[in-house]
């Protein structure tokens, strides 16, 4: 019963990383560019939630929708004014463009927040219900499920939609989308915008879960590497469930050693898939 | 112009410039080496001294500047040259931190054996992941060695027995020798050099730096690195050995950060994993390496004397905005400087012009 | 001379056997056997998305075949690197050149060689008269004009002197002076005893430049034989012109 219990919650966890790893994915698919700053973008909706609810005693969930906004507004400007113009240049650029945005903002966070942690505590979703005889966290399932809605209104977004079509044209060749006539730039402007969005509510999410902090981001842009490597880049599907796949052995790894152990399972396995099958479970290889 | 079929053994001259030893060298390049020579004869005896006239704060300010020296340099080798943005700067930093602490601590051996063994050891552990890890392509490389510096931390962390985990590591302090009445000019300098030993281990590491890089720089080794930059499946298409190349240029840059965590542990007397783990000596490796102008020999130093200076005054009006200087400046460096303040210099023609700089 | 006479007194230095490859849903190489014989040029031809490129990327180890067998001299390097199989004596120019840009033209030719950097030196500069580009010697290759970029790889592979010489598309956007020099070059070689196995669009040269040619279709080899036999094959004709 035990393990069972703690699987479910690896599940549940897994979940809201795939929102965020999701996000991660679609700008790496259409503009190629590694976002390193992915984290800080998560931490910063983590925050907004914090702050709502401490300071104005906003209800968690209310708050997601305003991270999220606030966050699809700071992506595109970001987007806008500095990472348009590296999309073009050589990897390294970009690499390090957005490692120096990562610790611009995380330097930013810790001047005004402090590195302490924080944490929502929202009575409503505090303790667990019982699901067929399992303690099922209450925020883990309240936010699997928010997650999972987003991931899989993002998923129908660009399936259906006719801008969904332009982005997956555009990530899947570039050049020819222009040339269909696909504004190529205003796509890279929404995508980063919505991948930002996505780390934000991940972020608001996350906050409902753990102590939150400034420097949060660097623990969680590993665990979305980790995701993406083993899904395969480019696959919405390989995304979600490597996710899952990480969740559920973070959560055991914790349960049967300790905690330091378990933060090193996603980067172990990171480098494991690396060295044996670079293109992951569902990647095409490139 | 002549033929070079006439004179074999002469150089081969082609318009008013000689080709030496195989490699264009217009004009005054020809002297580059010697220039260099000198700069580095007249900066070793000035940084020798050093310490006999400055404040304790100024020396070890100059130990961080030369710590910063050799971090980017080294980066430089695998990264500058040839192309393979590394974040493992970190990892090799802290293993070399606790290889050197713990040596130290376990009073195995004396400090200079234990830095050099941090730093080899390093070296040696470089090769033996290189293998696997450069197989990788470029964005695939950096994050494996992002997922490398954070697994190390993870694993020295959780090693506690042995590394003593999360407690840190308590090393002892060098004890200050004082001047004896009658002492000899020789025995200040001893002293000297006894009371300012980390300094004058930072100044070795970060002269073999350099020098290395220089090697590098003017070799056809450095070619080979410089064709895997621009083209790593030509290069390889044309026989060029590429993974013996990256492997090795993996390895030599790892002995450096390692190397230089070790004397800084030293230093500051005391490490943890979450301190010299910390992702920030892979960030000031790069920075100061962009900063200064990404696979040149000068750049690393004009970097790092820059960049230090900036940052303890940073440090001195607010600590918490050192993260956001760097940060900020590697996304300045990034839009507005590719080429770093050697190109800048160069377009400015403060500096010759020249891609051996 | 016919095609059994050219065999007959020629050895094979490069036996590709029933090779094949596939790409996810595409057959790109298709059990292709193809035989080149010492001393000649072989040309290889086939309408675009035969499997050409990819057979060439095959044969010089940039990808590997996954069934059949490539022999080099006798051989097998179907699993080999590169850089290995450019040190037993194959060299390769690429469709769209491949200098390294951001190094000089004589770094560009002594990066590759192997012999002492002074003796590379002096060849590259040999090698750089002898098609009057001397001049270029320190311009970076980025900044060349596409035949002179073209040209330049031409040298670049014959610095490391190969006994093979892979040629992929080098007359595509190419003027006819450049062309001329690249003919030469080409001739050079030959007479030097060198084997060149090249493709390319322009039937008319290739006509002219090849003893033996092999016809590739989506991945298959569809004939092979002389210029004429292969001129007068109807499959060919079909495969060019549409079915």
Sequence with gaps: MDVLQVILSGLLLGGVYALFAAGLNMIFGVMRVINLAHGELMMLGAYITFFLFSQAGVNPLLSIPLSAVALLVLGVLLQFTLVERVVNQPLLSSLLLTFGLSTLMMGIALNLWTSNFRSVAWSPLTGSWDVAGLAVSKSRLVAFAIALLVTGATWLFLKKSIFGKAIRATSQHAEVAQICGIDVRRVRLATFGLGSAMAAISGSLIAMIFTISPEMGRMFIGKAFAIIVLGGLGSFAGTFVGALLLGTSETLAAYYTDTQLAEAVAYAVLLLVLLIRPSGLFGRAE | ?357 | ?243
């Excluded at chain 2, 318009?15 to 004009?27: A, K, N, S, Y």
């Excluded at chain 2, 001294?49 to 980066?75: D, K």
């Excluded at chain 2, 840059?253 to 004397?263: D, K």
């Excluded at chain 3, 390769?92 to 950097?117: A, W």
Aim: glycine share 10%.
């Design chain 2, 1 to 357: 112009m002549s033929s070079p079929i006439d004179h074999p053994t002469a150089p081969a001259e082609v318009e008013d410039t000689t080709i030496v030893r195989g490699r264009p060298t217009p004009g005054w390049e020809r002297y580059l080496g010697w220039i260099y020579l000198v700069i580095l004869i007249l900066a070793t005896g000035f940084l020798i001294w050093y310490p006999s006239t400055a404040t304790a704060y100024a020396v070890s300010l100059a130990l961080i500047v030369l710590m910063t020296i050799s971090l980017a340099s080294s980066w430089n080798f695998l990264s500058g040259f040839g192309g393979y943005t590394s974040f493992g700067h970190a990892g090799f930093f802290g293993i070399g931190s606790y290889t050197g602490a713990l040596l130290l601590h376990y009073e195995k051996v004396s400090w200079i054996p234990a830095v050099i063994i941090a730093g080899l050891g390093a070296g040696m552990l470089a090769l033996v992941i290189g293998y696997p890890v450069l197989r990788l392509r470029g964005p695939y490389f950096a994050i494996a060695m992002l997922a490398f510096s954070e697994l190390c931390r993870v694993l020295i962390t959780a090693w506690e027995s042995v590394t003593l985990g999360g407690h840190g590591v308590y090393l002892p302090i060098v004890r200050f020798q004082r001047e004896e009445d009658g002492a000899t000019a020789w025995d200040r300098f001893g002293i000297q050099l006894h009371n300012n030993q980390n300094y004058y281990a930072m100044l070795v590491l970060a002269i073999i730096a350099v020098s290395i890089a220089y090697a590098i720089g003017t070799s056809r080794f450095g070619l080979e690195l410089l064709a895997i930059r621009d083209d790593e499946v030509a290069a390889q298409s044309m026989g060029i050995q590429t993974t013996r190349v990256k492997i090795t240029a993996f390895g030599l840059s790892a002995i450096f950060p390692a190397t230089a965590g070790a004397i800084y542990a030293r230093q500051v007397g005391y490490i943890d994993p979450p301190t010299v783990f910390l992702v920030i000596w892979s960030i000031r490796s790069i920075a100061t390496a962009i900063l200064g102008g990404q696979g040149t020999i000068l750049g690393p130093i004009i970097g790092a004397i820059v960049l230090t200076l900036v940052s303890e005054r940073v440090w001195e009006i607010n600590p918490n905005l050192y993260q956001v200087i760097f940060g900020g400046l590697i996304v300045l460096v990034v839009l507005f400087m590719p080429g770093g303040l050697i190109f800048l210099l160069q377009k400015r023609g403060i500096l010759p012009r020249s891609r051996r700089l």
């Design chain 3, 1 to 243: 001379m016919s095609q059994a006479a050219i065999h007959q007194e020629r050895s094979v230095v490069l036996d590709v056997k029933s090779v094949s490859k596939r790409f996810g849903g595409i057959q790109a190489v298709n059990n292709a056997t193809l035989a080149i014989s010492e001393g000649i040029v072989t040309g290889v031809i086939g309408p675009n998305g035969s499997g050409k490129s990819t057979l060439f990327n095959l044969i010089t180890g940039l990808d590997h075949p996954d069934s059949g067998e490539i022999h080099f001299n006798g051989q097998n390097i179907g699993q080999l690197q590169p850089d290995v199989i450019n040190r037993l004596g194959m060299g390769r120019t690429f469709q769209l050149t491949r200098l390294f840009g951001k190094m000089t033209v004589l770094e560009n030719l002594v990066v590759v060689s192997r012999t002492s950097r002074r003796e590379a030196g002096d060849r590259a500069i040999e090698l750089l008269q002898s098609l009057g580009l001397a001049g270029l010697w320190s311009e970076y290759a980025e900044n060349l004009s596409y035949g002179q970029q073209k040209l330049v790889e031409f040298l670049r592979l014959s610095m490391s002197d190969p006994s093979l010489i892979l040629l992929d598309e080098p007359f595509a956007g190419v003027n006819p002076v450049m062309e001329q020099k690249l003919l030469e070059q080409l001739h050079a070689w030959i007479d030097s005893g060198k084997t060149v196995l090249l493709t390319d669009h322009e039937m008319a040269i290739m006509m002219e430049l090849c003893q033996e040619i092999f016809v590739l279709d989506h991945g298959d080899v569809i004939a092979h034989g002389s210029p004429e036999q292969v001129r007068a094959d109807e499959s060919v004709m079909e495969a060019y012109f549409g079915r």
